[in-house]
């Protein structure tokens, strides 16, 4: 690793049946991320992900980029924007990439960039890997 590396670029898609299964994993059924009428009618664009969802989504990005779970030392990020997600089989895309910031001899910083319909969606990402020990 290297400082200013980018890293591959790693997309997910979410889908309205991927938003209740994650209600049930978290028991949070609030309901702007199920009922469309409720997320309109309080301002928002529609039923929407769920913020740690998304935030997951990112800590999934960097296990790939860390090789295995536990090479994530530390995730810190904000909740920027919503993430829309249509009532149709396609749902949206959530496209994570990193860059390499600093590189010690444990460890790598890594700033974090989580996009929806090119919005981001996460700011102030970032986080440490360990090495890759092998």
């Not at 209600?23 to 997320?39: C, K, L, T, V």
């Not at 928002?44 to 090479?71: E, K, N, Q, Y």
């Not at 995730?75 to 396609?90: A, G, L, M, Q, S």
Request: charged share 20%; proline share 5%.
């Amino acid at each position: 690793m290297e400082a200013g590396q980018q890293l591959p670029t790693q997309t997910y898609r979410v889908t309205r049946a991927d938003l209740v299964r994650y209600a049930g994993a978290s028991g949070d059924f609030n309901p702007i991320h199920w009922s469309e009428r409720f997320a309109t009618k309080v301002g928002l664009p529609g039923v929407i992900a769920h913020g740690m969802f998304t935030m997951a989504l990112a800590g999934r990005a960097l296990t790939t980029w860390a090789g295995a779970p536990d090479g994530v030392v530390n995730v810190e990020v904000r909740f920027t924007r919503p993430v829309p997600v249509p009532d149709d089989d396609t749902g949206t895309e959530i496209e994570v990439s990193g860059v390499v910031e600093q590189v010690t001899d444990e460890s790598f910083g890594v700033s974090i960039t989580a996009t929806c319909d090119g919005q981001k969606v996460l700011g102030r990402a970032h986080a440490i890997l360990r090495h890759r020990r092998g």
